[in-house]
């Protein structure tokens, strides 16, 4: 079955789970859309973040695509149960917090959940917390969304930020820090030099283990050989361009 599989994000984040998915599924024809002219979805009520995420989703599905993947969590948490709902013959994978593992990996201190305000206030993570959320600080990552969209995920600026958001919690013995976001995993280097001692979760591997395993399931695996990526973006070609540099630099 060589059809498309259909990534969607509000901007650049999503391709951190898409080189993921590649990696392990490399015959596979993916179709990322970024909806980059409207990034951030974080600070934005719940009703836009639906409207938008239905029309980037749209155009995934406007192009026949086997599977979509909603490579952000805040789409997640605001749209998913919806189009699950109207699509019940799709294979619909989401994100979230990978709050579980972190949650395990504690060994006396505290779990950092770095995600958007949207995330962290709707009901998905409620639930989360109600299973794992014992010492975990949650932390809206304001700002960082715009400084990856601005191609600045290695910049100084991207380390003021971080050190400004994170700097109350480094006197803890911080065990874990969850990167509830996709464009976080971007950022990755400089959280982990403020936090030297602490493991990073980013359910990256996770979501792509899934996709992998409900195009098993429904015998919908490409058998082409090689694969490809298509890039679609809402802020044209230098969004796009981004994309590609950002796709190749987790290679
Ligand atoms: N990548 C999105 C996420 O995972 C970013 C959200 C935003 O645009 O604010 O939450």
Known sequence: ?????????????????????RRLMPNEHFL????????PYGPRSLEEIRALSAAGIGKLLERGVKAVVIAC????????????????DLPIVGM???????????????????ATDTTLRLEKFERLMSLYGRDVIPVVGEGLVELVEGGKAASPEAEVRLAALLMPYMDRQIDAIVLGCTH???LRAPIQRLFPDAQ??????????????LLD??????????G????????????????????ESLD
Do not use: C, W
């Open 1 to 21: 079955m060589n059809d498309l599989i259909g990534f969607f994000d509000s901007g650049v984040g999503g391709i951190s789970v898409l080189h993921a998915a």
């Open 32 to 39: 990322f859309y970024g909806d980059n002219k409207n990034a």
């Open 73 to 88: 969590n805040t789409a997640t948490s605001a749209y998913a149960e919806i189009i699950r709902a109207e699509r019940r």
């Open 96 to 114: 979230e917090p990978a709050l579980k593992p972190a949650h395990f990996a504690r060994h006396g201190g505290q779990v950092i959940v770095l």
């Open 184 to 186: 976080y995993p971007f």
């Open 200 to 213: 990073l979760f980013d359910g990256l591997e996770g979501t792509a283990q899934r996709l992998k395993y």
């Open 217 to 226: 399931e429904r015998d919908l695996r490409s058998d082409d050989s090689p």
């Open 228 to 247: 490809s990526v298509e890039y679609m973006s809402s802020g044209g070609d230098e969004a796009v361009a981004l994309m590609k540099r950002l796709m």
